[in-house]
């Protein structure tokens, strides 16, 4: 029947009725706009340009005590919010306030899951968003989960899990979330460590979000790790260690990994043992969260030669490296697994690093690494190993021979599809490894001199002056290179 009582007329009569002030005509107007509109685009937009919008939210605003009234616009919002016409014409409403308003004074968990839904809805809009936060939705929302958080009946966990998302997409905006962190004092941010303690998963996936979210600035960051949310984290992931929930453990990683990016809280952090603590998950079999923990740790060792020389001579760490980088079935997590290791000798510049990451067989990753397809992966290898070559060349120079890591380097130089960068890498590396002998017989054999002279004339500057360089080390007398 609708197709046909649209084809009559019937839009152009109904909307003018909105402006009654009959509840009773309101009722069934409300529900004809409601049914109308649902789930037919044309439709939705017809009726948000004929301005149902402004009409819907005064309606609420006017009459928030009748609750049949108020549930029958509420389904209209539902049903028209998901346009962005819509979002943007409640965004010019009070909308905000009057939704937060109604969001207080239920608390039957259908009308709440019904509010909820048209909140999250208009959460993806940035402007709606920060009206959101200046309505004090935050405040409901942790009243609600205050008032779940021991519950785990199904009815109140479907309430948990929607007002849990609307926090989480509240922070997604850049100013809805410094508004709602608040230097540290606002109700969300000071609710998180309830709900990272809490027994409920989903609060302490919640809490973790937070914290991820909150740390997307580091001012922010600092603050956080002034007011020990690192320790609560740690906690958190410790229950989930062997067989835990793998969102709170992948959610509880990246929050880390955030906190870490500020030079003074890597300080900090490893100054309270969190590089240490972080390895008990090292024993995790989750692809997602071995992924998250290579990541969290670089982003720890990055600048801070002391944690990159002690976690660069863990045996277990190294293993467990060498381990993953081996790991053909997660791409992912053998490129993370890579660049760690080529982190560790990168940050430590230690000739003892050197010489584990050579004993658990780690220098054929790195040499394989040097020939990714990632540019960003091949110049971390690059220059890990030049820095290898440079500080314990005699130690590892049986590994290099047998990874062919002269004839890798050598493809590289050759290859067009090679950039400037790698190949200037590259040729940093070589100028390295010629203060050996024996891999300078090498570079001989493979007729390296050769390519050399062609680079010297290469478009790019820099390139064309390393493989100069290059070149003349290679010339050199043979003996000032020997060992």
Not at 4 to 31: F, K
Not at 235 to 243: A, F, G, P, R, T
């Amino acid at each position: 029947m609708k197709v046909p009582c649209i084809d009559a007329g019937l839009v152009p009569v109904l909307v003018p009725l909105l402006d009654s002030t009959d509840q009773e005509m309101l009722l069934h107007v409300g529900r004809a706009i409601g049914r109308i509109c649902y789930d037919n685009n044309d439709l939705q937009e017809q009726l948000v340009g004929a301005g149902v919008i402004t009409s819907v939210v005064r309606i609420l605003s006017d009459y928030p005590d009748n609750e049949p009234l108020v549930r029958v616009n509420m389904l209209a919002l539902s049903n028209l919010a998901d346009l962005d016409v819509a979002k943007d014409a409640l965004s010019k409403t009070r909308a905000a306030e009057q939704l937060v308003h109604q969001l207080r004074r239920v608390n039957h968990h259908e009308k709440v899951e019904i509010i909820l839904e048209v909140l999250q809805t208009l959460a993806e809009n940035d402007a709606l968003k920060l009206q959101l936060a200046e309505a004090g939705v935050q405040e409901a929302l942790v009243e609600i989960l205050l008032r779940l958080q021991e519950s785990f009946r199904p009815e109140d966990m479907c309430s948990l899990k929607a007002a849990s998302d609307l926090v989480v997409s509240l922070l997604l905006g850049d100013e809805s979330m410094q508004q709602l962190f608040a230097e540290g004092h606002g109700v969300i941010y000071q609710s998180v460590g309830t709900w990272l303690a809490s027994k409920h998963t989903q609060l302490q996936l919640t809490g973790a979000l937070a914290i991820a979210n909150f740390a997307r600035n580091d001012s922010n960051c600092v603050r956080m790790v002034q007011l020990g949310v690192v320790h609560q984290l740690l906690d958190l992931l410790e229950q989930h260690v062997e067989s835990g929930d793998v969102s709170v453990q992948h959610a509880a990683l990246s929050a880390l990994r955030n906190l870490a990016i500020p030079v003074a809280n890597k300080v900090q952090m490893l100054d309270e043992g969190v590089g240490k603590r972080i390895q008990m998950l090292l024993r995790s079999e989750v692809p997602p969260v071995q992924f998250k923990l290579l990541g969290t740790l670089r982003m720890l060792i990055d600048g801070q030669a002391d944690a990159a020389e002690e976690m660069g001579q863990d045996p277990v760490l190294l293993n467990r490296l060498v381990q993953w980088c081996d790991s053909k079935d997660h791409t992912g997590v053998c490129g993370e697994a890579n660049r760690l290791l080529a982190s560790l000798l990168r940050h430590s510049r230690s000739h003892e690093v050197v010489k584990a990451i050579q004993e658990a067989q780690g220098v054929k990753h790195l040499v394989s690494m040097a020939t990714s397809e990632h540019v960003i992966m091949q110049n971390e290898a690059l220059i890990a190993l030049a820095i290898a070559s440079a500080v314990g060349l005699e130690n590892i120079k049986e590994a290099f021979k047998e990874a062919k890591l002269v004839q890798n380097i050598h493809k590289l130089l050759k290859a067009d599809s090679t950039g400037p960068e790698v190949k200037y890498n590259s040729m940093g590396l070589l100028c390295s490894l010629l203060n050996s002998a024996e891999m300078r017989q090498e570079a001989e054999k493979e007729r390296m001199k050769e390519t050399l002279e062609t680079l010297c004339s290469h478009s790019n500057g820099n390139v064309a002056k390393q493989a100069l360089m290059a070149l003349q080390i290679l010339n050199e007398e043979h003996h000032l290179f020997e060992p």
